[in-house]
């Protein structure tokens, strides 16, 4: 595969580059990254001395090595960037001249490196050298040259103002693009494979002690320089890039002590254990002497330690020099050219080809040194023979401080009793209380408080969630979501806690459960954000709907008052309310498969609960958000229909309608509404029936219906609603002058639960509510029942109804959830055009999911007019699967609640055959309908109805051998079906024992009540 087609595949991976990484620390990088399953792009001058550094690398197949010009196509190639390590950090010959050239073609790389790291939203790291920044600060009152003698008028730089410049290029870009980056000064890197400089005092020395020379030391020998091990560099730059809170920060990575030259040639001196000499030469160096500084905030703060000893990396260093060493003498011996390119450099031969040996200077270098000494001293004598000496600095800094401390003491009198000694340890110890204080202390302390608040405001949601309160939910909601980002912002402070106890994974466990749960708050609070605005907006706005018992339509119209500004505010959130949905389920998934926690006596289990009764509600009344702007906020215009149907009076098509109305939005306000009761007067004929609809009215009743004249009521013995939809359009342009985009059907059931949340209604002095609910309206009827005047109370209750709702915003948000879920068992069923509406509110009560199926529906006699019950009926089926898997079935029909039970439809596949229709029930007949055939008969009350069939659908062949067997019990809307099932197999088949079958004398039995529909599904084998 070719490294442009490698690129675009590295997708799949966590990718990282490496710039500038033909080093070994970049090898440790690379191999870092790669062992955790990443991808590593190392880009370099010279790709095939990279190539051959990186030969020990395991998994090539995650390694690309591109030169430098390569940047230039990264960004067309590259199909994912998440880490980019800038190894700047290389500082040999730190005042060598670089031209205007290489400082732009450097600056150049580096831009485009940061343009890169933008586009993709990366993170990077830049590596610089602690040794350049020192020798920065050091000078830093010199131009952009460092007044460095120049011959040539040409203006020249050093990688001094290289790294300079690129330590600024990419801060600025920290503030100007908010690039996550970060940077990192580092000591001298060294060990087994390191990069020796011929330049550098600390490579010639161990180069000197490899070949058993004197050791050359410039000057006194007490500058000092920083190192760190190549492998603790790796380890800091890896966790400097992975610890959160780093981006836009300085960090220094080094070992803590400095090292002098001389401590260095004392090393070497022990490590080899020879008898070298010491000499001290004079520097080369033209600079001024480098001076501390601190470089910057040492990465031990992120949880970075050295592991590697100072000791152990030099002794690295000497045995790899010493391979190098006996290689090059090898080689010379046998007349061969070395192979290290480096090795011209080990005799002490710089890059400018003079002698670097030093063999004369350390002794003139080391006299001058000794005279000096031996002048100060004499000088110090000469001063301690004079009467009165003159005080030192450091004595008049003491006796000044003293002055200050004792004028202070003056105004604060408990200074008095210490003394300066301990006022200075009294300030230690203070500073350390705060460092602990801020960094333990404080965040056990936030932890604590928020943990107070969550179980507090947990309570309250507990009980506001219950009462349904939206706008108090909201606030109690936002407090627990403030305290849980608290928490979740100070937890990782308490990691070094965990780790003094041993006790890490308890950390890792506590940080991950924190974290999953400030996403799933977050998604909470984001919520309540929507339901607010949506509650701010009903609660300032009048849809102008006023009751009025006495009236026609019992209801009318004054001028809708809608706040306009919370209305744009709702349609603002409009877009983002399924999103939001769908971001609540799967953090709440996320959360639920993470263990809870125990925190300072705290149990998250209990918050978690809380938050997951919340999150029911808010799904709910978001929902409902939803379910209101498909119906009224996205429509400009819309009128729907709305049919009371009276289950009680049992039709296939749910019941006979009492009540017929509408309501007609305009621009988001009401501008009509009507509600009426179903009478003679408006109980007026349907003229666009087809023949299918006819013959379905005249199979579904026992009585003579000229279906030439059929009335709206009559309608509803179709057992298909949504066949109907055109014929109720029809008939309210006729006979109300609007056509409704939408019907809505809803039965007597659905009223009864509708109390639920408006309380008992009082009509006439009689107390109507759930319980006891056909025989209240039974009571109201007295004396005068009759279909008119049952369709006149049921109407009114519904008026009552809704005037309620309306009345209480608290109760609106309970409606639409209700009827929303009646829609479930087609108690409420929406017919329309709009997608939008039929997505969210139409029940799938027609489609069916099994090829073989048992439809079931009743008649009741329409002069009914007093049922006490709602309608159920009893259904048993008993099937047996024969050798040729066809299916004999024997089907059992009772009666069960429904009273004035007048025809009994039974609709099955088309494919059922061989009926017996039994002598006892000699009035059963079969109707055939498009893609069913209907066993329809007239039932006698106190006895069964019985028939029995041949099938071969339902049965499926199994790849992993075997069959299943499914069947699909469905009743019409409003009906309930009390169904028991019993299915035995012919001989050399045996069922499958699984969870939710049950099995009694090797056949399969379930029971239930159907409301809607019911999927039975078993599996057998042969």
């Given at each position: 595969?070719?490294?442009?087609?490698?690129?675009?595949?590295?997708?799949?991976?966590?990718?990282?580059?490496?710039?500038?990484?033909?080093?070994?620390?970049?090898?440790?990088?690379?191999?870092?990254?790669?062992?955790?399953?990443?991808?590593?792009?190392?880009?370099?001058?010279?790709?095939?001395?990279?190539?051959?550094?990186?030969?020990?690398?395991?998994?090539?197949?995650?390694?690309?090595?591109?030169?430098?010009?390569?940047?230039?196509?990264?960004?067309?190639?590259?199909?994912?960037?998440?880490?980019?390590?800038?190894?700047?950090?290389?500082?040999?010959?730190?005042?060598?001249?670089?031209?205007?050239?290489?400082?732009?073609?450097?600056?150049?790389?580096?831009?485009?490196?940061?343009?890169?790291?933008?586009?993709?939203?990366?993170?990077?790291?830049?590596?610089?050298?602690?040794?350049?920044?020192?020798?920065?600060?050091?000078?830093?009152?010199?131009?952009?040259?460092?007044?460095?003698?120049?011959?040539s008028?040409?203006?020249?730089?050093?990688?001094?103002?290289?790294?300079?410049?690129?330590?600024?290029?990419?801060?600025?870009?920290?503030?100007?693009?908010?690039?996550?980056?970060?940077?990192?000064?580092?000591?001298?890197?060294?060990?087994?494979?390191?990069?020796?400089?011929?330049?550098?005092?600390?490579?010639?020395?161990?180069?000197?002690?490899?070949?058993?020379?004197?050791?050359?030391?410039?000057?006194?020998?007490?500058e000092?320089?920083?190192?760190?091990?190549?492998l603790?560099?790796a380890?800091?730059?890896?966790?400097?890039?992975?610890?959160?809170?780093?981006?836009?920060?300085?960090?220094?990575?080094?070992?803590?002590?400095?090292?002098t030259?001389?401590?260095?040639?004392?090393?070497?001196?022990?490590?080899?254990?020879?008898?070298?000499?010491?000499?001290?030469?004079?520097?080369?160096?033209?600079?001024?002497?480098?001076?501390?500084?601190?470089?910057?905030?040492?990465?031990?703060?992120?949880?970075?330690?050295?592991?590697?000893?100072?000791?152990?990396?030099?002794?690295?260093?000497?045995?790899?020099?010493?391979?190098?060493?006996?290689?090059?003498?090898?080689?010379?011996?046998?007349?061969?050219?070395?192979?290290?390119?480096?090795?011209?450099?080990?005799?002490?031969?710089?890059?400018?080809?003079?002698?670097?040996?030093?063999?004369?200077?350390?002794?003139?270098?080391?006299?001058?040194?000794?005279?000096?000494?031996?002048?100060?001293?004499?000088?110090?004598?000469?001063?301690?023979?004079?009467?009165r000496?003159?005080?030192?600095?450091?004595?008049?800094?003491?006796?000044?401080?003293?002055?200050?401390?004792?004028?202070?003491?003056?105004?604060?009198?408990f200074?008095?009793?210490?003394?300066?000694?301990?006022?200075?340890?009294?300030?230690?110890?203070l500073?350390?209380?705060?460092?602990?204080?801020?960094?333990?202390?404080?965040?056990v302390?936030?932890?604590?408080?928020?943990?107070?608040?969550?179980?507090?405001?947990?309570?309250?949601?507990?009980?506001?969630?219950?009462?349904?309160?939206?706008?108090?939910?909201?606030?109690d909601?936002?407090?627990?979501?403030?305290?849980?980002?608290?928490?979740?912002?100070?937890?990782?402070?308490?990691?070094?806690?965990?780790?003094?106890?041993?006790?890490?994974?308890?950390?890792?466990?506590?940080?991950?459960?924190?974290?999953?749960?400030?996403?799933?708050?977050d998604?909470?609070?984001?919520?309540?954000?929507?339901?607010?605005?949506?509650?701010?907006?009903?609660?300032n706005?009048?849809?102008?709907?006023?009751?009025?018992?006495?009236?026609?339509?019992?209801?009318?119209?004054?001028?809708?008052?809608?706040?306009?500004a919370?209305?744009?505010?709702?349609?603002?959130?409009?877009?983002?309310i399924?999103?939001?949905?769908?971001?609540?389920?799967?953090?709440?998934?996320?959360?639920?498969?993470?263990?809870?926690?125990?925190?300072?006596?705290?149990?998250?289990?209990?918050?978690?609960?809380?938050?997951?009764?919340?999150?029911?509600?808010?799904?709910?009344?978001?929902?409902?958000?939803?379910?209101?702007?498909?119906?009224?906020?996205?429509?400009n215009?819309?009128?729907?229909?709305?049919?009371?149907?009276?289950?009680?009076?049992?039709?296939?098509?749910?019941?006979?309608?009492?009540?017929?109305?509408y309501?007609?939005?305009?621009?988001?306000?009401?501008?009509?509404?009507?509600?009426?009761?179903?009478?003679?007067?408006?109980?007026?004929?349907?003229?666009?029936?087809?023949?299918?609809?006819?013959?379905?009215?005249?199979?579904?009743?026992?009585?003579?219906?000229?279906?030439?004249?059929?009335?709206?009521?009559?309608?509803?013995?179709?057992?298909?609603?949504?066949?109907?939809?055109?014929?109720?359009?029809?008939?309210?342009?006729?006979?109300?002058?609007?056509?409704?985009?939408?019907?809505?059907?809803?039965?007597?059931?659905?009223?009864?639960?509708?109390?639920?949340?408006?309380?008992?209604?009082?009509?006439?002095?009689?107390?109507?509510?759930?319980?006891?609910?056909?025989?209240?309206?039974?009571?109201?009827?007295?004396?005068?029942?009759?279909?008119?005047?049952?369709?006149?109370?049921?109407?009114?209750?519904?008026?009552?109804?809704?005037?309620?709702?309306?009345?209480?915003?608290?109760?609106?948000?309970?409606l639409?959830?209700?009827?929303?879920?009646?829609?479930?068992?087609?108690?409420?069923?929406?017919?329309?055009?709009d997608?939008?509406?039929?997505?969210?509110?139409?029940?799938?009560?027609?489609?069916?999911?099994?090829?073989?199926?048992?439809?079931?529906?009743?008649?009741?006699?329409?002069?009914?007019?007093?049922?006490?019950?709602?309608?159920?009926?009893?259904?048993?089926?008993?099937?047996f699967?024969?050798?040729?898997?066809?299916?004999?079935?024997?089907?059992?029909?009772?009666?069960?609640s429904?009273?004035?039970?007048?025809?009994?439809?039974?609709?099955?596949?088309?494919?059922?055959?061989?009926?017996?229709?039994?002598?006892?029930?000699?009035?059963?007949?079969?109707?055939?309908?498009?893609?069913?055939?209907?066993?329809v008969g007239?039932?006698?009350?106190?006895?069964?109805?019985?028939?029995?069939?041949?099938?071969s659908?339902?049965?499926?062949?199994?790849?992993?051998?075997?069959?299943?067997?499914?069947?699909?019990?469905?009743?019409?809307?409003?009906?309930?079906?009390?169904?028991?099932?019993?299915?035995?197999?012919?001989?050399?088949?045996?069922?499958v024992?699984?969870?939710?079958?049950?099995?009694?004398?090797?056949?399969?039995?379930?029971?239930?009540?159907?409301e809607?529909?019911?999927?039975?599904?078993?599996?057998?084998?042969?």
């Open positions: 595969m070719s490294e442009k087609n490698k690129l675009k595949s590295s997708i799949k991976y966590p990718t990282s580059l490496i710039i500038k990484g033909n080093n070994f620390l970049g090898v440790e990088i690379a191999k870092s990254l790669i062992e955790q399953g990443g991808y590593v792009i190392v880009i370099d001058q010279d790709v095939e001395s990279t190539l051959k550094r990186y030969e020990d690398v395991s998994n090539k197949k995650l390694l690309t090595v591109l030169d430098l010009t390569a940047i230039d196509y990264l960004d067309e190639d590259l199909r994912r960037l998440d880490y980019v390590f800038y190894l700047g950090h290389e500082a040999n010959g730190i005042t060598n001249d670089i031209s205007s050239q290489e400082l732009l073609q450097s600056s150049n790389y580096l831009d485009m490196i940061i343009r890169l790291t933008h586009k993709f939203e990366a993170k990077i790291l830049l590596s610089s050298s602690i040794h350049a920044y020192q020798a920065m600060m050091t000078n830093g009152n010199v131009d952009t040259n460092f007044e460095i003698p120049r011959q008028s040409q203006t020249m730089y050093t990688q001094m103002e290289i790294q300079r410049y690129s330590e600024s290029l990419l801060l600025e870009s920290v503030e100007k693009f908010g690039i996550d980056a970060r940077i990192v000064r580092m000591g001298r890197v060294i060990g087994k494979y390191m990069d020796f400089d011929p330049d550098n005092s600390f490579d010639k020395m161990v180069f000197q002690a490899a070949k058993g020379e004197d050791l050359s030391v410039e000057s006194d020998g007490l000092t320089n920083m190192y760190i091990h190549v603790d560099a380890y800091g730059l890896i966790k400097a890039m992975f610890t959160k809170g780093t981006k836009g920060k300085i960090y220094s990575l080094s070992n803590e002590e400095e090292i030259d001389l401590s260095i040639a004392y090393k070497l001196q022990e490590l080899t254990g020879q008898n070298s000499e010491i000499k001290f030469i004079d520097s080369k160096n033209t600079s001024f002497p480098i001076k501390f500084h601190k470089p910057g905030i040492n990465l031990s703060t992120v949880g970075w330690s050295p592991r590697v000893s100072f000791t152990r990396a030099i002794s690295q260093v000497m045995d790899y020099a010493s391979d190098i060493v006996n290689k090059i003498t090898e080689k010379n011996e046998n007349n061969e050219n070395p192979e290290w390119a480096g090795n011209e450099n080990i005799t002490g031969q710089g890059q400018d080809g003079q002698n670097n040996d030093f063999a004369d200077e350390p002794k003139g270098a080391l006299a001058r040194l000794i005279a000096e000494r031996k002048a100060q001293e004499k000088a110090q004598a000469r001063e301690r023979t004079k009467k000496r003159q005080l030192t600095t450091s004595e008049k800094i003491q006796r000044k401080f003293q002055a200050m401390y004792d004028s202070m003491a003056f105004k604060l009198t200074l008095k009793k210490v003394t300066i000694a301990e006022a200075f340890f009294y300030l230690v110890l500073i350390i209380f705060v460092i602990v204080y801020i960094g333990l202390i404080s965040p302390f936030v932890i604590g408080k928020n943990l107070v608040q969550i179980e507090y405001y947990k309570n309250r949601l507990d009980q506001e969630a219950q009462e349904g309160n939206l706008s108090t939910m909201s606030k909601m936002k407090e627990i979501n403030s305290s849980i980002s608290d928490i979740s912002n100070n937890v990782e402070k308490l990691e070094i806690i965990f780790k003094v106890f041993g006790e890490e994974k308890k950390f890792i466990d506590v940080s991950n459960h924190v974290r999953y749960m400030k996403l799933y708050s998604q909470l609070y984001q919520a309540s954000e929507q339901m607010t605005a949506f509650d701010s907006y009903w609660e706005s009048d849809l102008g709907i006023t009751y009025q018992p006495n009236s026609e339509s019992l209801f009318t119209v004054t001028k809708s008052d809608i706040d306009t919370e209305l744009e505010k709702v349609k603002s959130y409009d877009t983002r399924k999103s939001n949905i769908d971001g609540i389920r799967t953090s709440s998934d996320t959360l639920s498969r993470n263990e809870p926690v125990r925190l300072f006596g705290y149990n998250s289990a209990d918050t978690v609960e809380t938050l997951k009764v919340y999150e029911s509600k808010t799904i709910e009344i978001l929902e409902m958000i939803d379910n209101y702007s498909d119906l009224i906020i996205r429509q215009d819309a009128t729907y229909a709305i049919i009371i149907q009276d289950n009680s009076r049992y039709t296939p098509g749910g019941g006979y309608p009492s009540s017929i109305g309501i007609h939005f305009q621009d988001n306000k009401v501008v009509d509404v009507n509600l009426t009761e179903l009478n003679d007067t408006n109980d007026n004929l349907v003229q666009t029936l087809t023949e299918s609809e006819k013959k379905q009215i005249q199979a579904s009743s026992s009585t003579n219906v000229d279906t030439g004249a059929v009335n709206f009521s009559e309608l509803f013995l179709i057992n298909d609603r949504s066949e109907i939809d055109d014929d109720i359009r029809t008939f309210y342009e006729a006979n109300y002058g609007v056509t409704p985009d939408a019907i809505f059907f809803m039965d007597l059931e659905t009223l009864a639960k509708i109390f639920d949340i408006t309380g008992p209604v009082e009509l006439n002095q009689v107390k109507v509510e759930s319980d006891g609910f056909l025989n209240s309206i039974n009571l109201l009827q007295g004396n005068e029942a009759s279909k008119t005047k049952r369709n006149e109370i049921i109407t009114n209750i519904f008026a009552a109804q809704i005037n309620s709702v309306l009345k209480d915003k608290n109760k609106f948000y309970q639409l959830p209700i009827l929303f879920n009646s829609s479930k068992s087609a108690s409420v069923y929406v017919e329309s055009d997608a939008n509406i039929k997505e969210e509110l139409i029940s799938d009560e027609n489609v069916q999911i099994s090829e073989d199926f048992v439809h079931l529906a009743v008649t009741v006699d329409p002069e009914l007019v007093n049922p006490e019950l709602f309608p159920s009926i009893n259904l048993k089926i008993e099937d699967i024969n050798k040729d898997l066809t299916i004999t079935r024997n089907v059992i029909i009772t009666q069960g429904t009273q004035d039970i007048d025809r009994v439809i039974t609709c099955l596949p088309s494919g059922a055959k061989n009926f017996n229709l039994k002598e006892s029930d000699a009035s059963l007949g079969q109707t055939f309908f498009e893609g069913e055939v209907c066993v007239d039932y006698e009350d106190g006895k069964a109805m019985s028939f029995s069939y041949e099938l659908k339902g049965i499926e062949n199994l790849s992993s051998g075997g069959y299943n067997k499914s069947l699909e019990i469905i009743s019409s809307a409003g009906l309930d079906v009390i169904y028991d099932y019993e299915a035995g197999l012919a001989s050399g088949y045996s069922i024992e699984e969870q939710n079958t049950i099995i009694s004398n090797q056949k399969v039995i379930e029971t239930g009540t159907v809607g529909k019911e999927y039975i599904t078993y599996k057998f084998t042969k």
